[in-house]
């Protein structure tokens, strides 16, 4: 089945302590990206990787990093995690470019 | 800044009406559309993409462009109660990024 697969799914923490979401889609998709949803925000792009070899920063990039270190993996690293990072979290993924992607479940991170 | 802006509703319509989503977009250079739905609790999928002006239909649903305007709406024909979602405009800046809408809160009417 094609998916994009996130973990955790929920998740509690304290702040400044470090975590990582795992993305991983099975589709041989190029693009890969990480939105946070918030009330009255909408989603907003944390970063975007058009491929393996390029990565660059959303519209909200503050605090977190991201790797993509092979095509089907697309971790979301939180090194010191804020109150303000209390958010819904959607990995997505598409074949090329911001086109037509296909979401994850989320991840429901609150941060203490 | 680029922005995408919808009315947030809530839009109630009557089961069988048509139902019409609106946005607007700030950047005239966008190049590609998008609706997405999202039911509560749930990740959003997409239902229409459109990439040049005029109208696109897809079953019950008709996205309109109007790059002029800068304006794109989606259309559900014979609206059912599964239809009662948010709806999320989206719109591709340049090849790379993709802004969002803040979403329209849809409610069909039994």
């Known amino acids: 089945e094609a998916q994009v697969t996130q973990n955790p799914r929920y998740l509690i923490t304290v702040t400044g302590k470090k975590l990582t979401v795992t993305c991983s889609q099975n589709?041989?998709?190029?693009?890969m990206s990480w939105y946070r949803q918030d009330p009255g925000l909408g989603l907003r792009q944390i970063y975007y990787?058009?491929?393996?070899?390029?990565?660059d920063k959303g519209d909200v990039p503050e605090g977190y990093k991201v790797s993509r270190k092979e095509k089907r993996n697309f971790p979301l690293i939180l090194e010191s995690p804020s109150p303000n990072q209390t958010s819904l979290y959607f990995c997505?993924?598409?074949?090329?470019?911001?086109?037509?992607?296909?979401f994850g479940p989320g991840t429901r991170l609150t941060v203490t | 800044q680029k922005e995408v802006e919808q009315n947030s509703g809530p839009l109630s319509v009557p089961e069988g009406a048509i139902a019409s989503l609106n946005c607007t977009y700030s950047?005239?250079?966008?190049?590609?559309f998008f609706w997405y739905r999202q039911y509560s609790g749930k990740s959003p999928e997409l239902i229409m993409s459109?990439?040049?002006?005029g109208d696109k239909e897809d079953g019950r649903f008709t996205a309109q462009l109007n790059k002029a305007s800068q304006y794109v709406s989606l259309l559900i024909r014979d609206s059912q109660p599964s239809d009662s979602a948010t709806y999320l405009c989206?719109?591709?800046?340049?090849?790379?990024?993709?802004?969002f809408g803040t979403g329209t809160r849809l409610t069909i009417i039994p």
């Open positions: 997505a993924s598409s074949l090329a470019g911001p086109h037509e992607q296909y």
């Open positions: 589709m041989n998709h190029e693009y």
């Open positions: 990787s058009m491929n393996v070899e390029v990565t």
């Open positions: 950047d005239r250079g966008s190049q590609s």
């Open positions: 459109i990439y040049s002006n």
């Open positions: 989206a719109v591709g800046f340049g090849n790379e990024k993709l802004t």
